[in-house]
């Protein structure tokens, strides 16, 4: 940018941005709904000028600086937009273009040097992979199982996250669901996708599609809604090949009768929307349908709910990257489920309830008790959790 604030376009810069974007920004007309609405502008004194990226993506020049790292590529900005913009994919690309110059934050080559060496992005040793599962005794898949359980990275080696996975295998076992898991379970690519390292992502795709081709593998149901983007949205389709989400796989059970929940569970709850559920795959209805499953739950509506959810902050590569106290947006969803008076404040995702609850910790706040689906489910199912 000169003094004068004029862009001097450089076509090589402008062949480089083109390219990596596709010409996605054309259709902005800079109204500026997407820098209205991003959640950014309430947690920070300046709202990340979501506008301003995508006109220098639209011009093919740079000078995008540090807010490219911001976006949690939540979507809602996407669901708004006249034009129909992917803004988040926009920023995706220019990310990628950042790992070209070198320019990226702190802790990201690491991450993903991480997923290189010990398959996951939390730096756990592989051989801890099935730490989760001790003690269930799962099979390991096999084409006669009905699906492949997969439990991505976060639920494998959280210690908070592991217990969705566990009540979620506890649920399988209820409705008497065969499944089978990977012993040595690979990352999906997920974080590697959204901080933008698009080279490595396309290996590890290819090298997992393989590999579950190989296997057998044809439905497959996750615990992550990012994990289920990424087999939906970011993996080649193969023969008979059917990422389902927990939360998809579980209402369809109890629709036919192949789980039901005996035990009453007296006292209200809210759900929160994980973004990669709701506005990335459209899947709001399955997640309430199994709280209202459940005897003597209410379920209640949070005032920004479904397509107008406030994201947790922890998707786009957040998880790995630090977000300042009085920053979180997580912290804004609790406050607004305490408006409510709720006891419980359920979600479906393992991004999810690792920033609300902590959000809930930092803030003090102790009801609503930040739980997963799944947990509420298990305790209706009248049988201890496993
Ligand atoms: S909302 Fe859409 S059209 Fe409006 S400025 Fe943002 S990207 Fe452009
Ligand atoms: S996707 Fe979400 S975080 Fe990213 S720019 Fe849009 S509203 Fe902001």
Redesign the pocket.
């Known amino acids: 940018m000169s003094e004068a604030g004029v862009r001097v376009l450089d076509d090589l810069v402008w062949d480089e941005v083109t390219a990596a974007t596709q010409g996605a920004a054309a259709?902005?007309?800079?109204?500026?709904?997407?820098t209205a609405v991003c959640p950014w502008g309430l947690v920070q004194k300046e709202p990340v000028n979501?506008?301003r990226l995508?006109r220098l993506a639209q011009l093919g020049t740079d000078g995008w600086g540090e807010a490219i790292w911001l976006c949690t590529t939540c979507g809602l900005?996407e669901a708004?937009?006249?034009?129909g913009?992917p803004?988040s994919e926009i920023i995706l690309a220019l990310r990628r273009l950042a790992w070209d110059r070198r320019a990226v934050p702190k802790g990201l080559p690491s991450m993903l040097w991480a997923i290189h060496w010990d398959g996951n992005p939390l730096d756990q040793p592989p051989s801890q992979r099935e730490a989760w599962a001790k003690g269930l005794n799962l099979e390991p898949f096999t084409p006669e199982h009905e699906l492949l359980f997969y439990v991505g990275c976060t639920g494998a080696y959280d210690r908070r996250t592991q217990k969705i996975a566990r009540s979620l295998v506890t649920l399988l076992r209820a409705a008497r669901v065969r499944f089978g898991i990977f012993p040595d379970e690979p990352c999906c690519g997920e974080s590697i996708r959204t901080v933008g390292q698009e080279e490595y992502l396309a290996e590890v795709v290819a090298a997992n599609t393989e590999r579950f081709k190989a296997a057998g593998v044809r439905k497959l149901v996750t615990v992550s809604p990012h994990c289920l983007d990424m087999f939906r949205s970011h993996y080649p389709p193969w023969d008979g090949f059917r990422p389902l989400h927990y939360t998809e796989y579980l209402d369809q059970l109890v629709s036919d009768g192949s789980l039901r929940f005996k035990r009453e569970l007296r006292g209200t709850v809210a759900y929160h929307d994980p973004c990669y559920l709701g506005r990335r795959h459209g899947i709001y209805d399955a997640p309430r349908r199994l709280l209202a499953a459940i005897p003597g739950l209410t379920l209640v509506e949070l005032p920004a709910a479904r397509e107008d959810a406030l994201c947790c902050g922890g998707g786009g590569g957040r998880m790995w990257l630090e977000t300042h106290a009085g920053e979180r947006f997580g912290d804004l969803r609790i406050r607004e489920a305490e408006g409510t008076g709720v006891e419980w404040l359920a979600t479906a995702c393992p991004f999810c309830v690792l920033c609300l609850e902590d959000s809930a910790k930092v803030l003090g706040v102790e009801r609503p008790r930040v739980v997963d689906v799944t947990e509420l489910a298990v305790r209706a199912l009248g049988e201890a959790s496993s």
């Open positions: 259709p902005c007309f800079q109204c500026g709904v997407c979501v506008r995508i900005c708004r937009c006249p034009r913009v803004v």
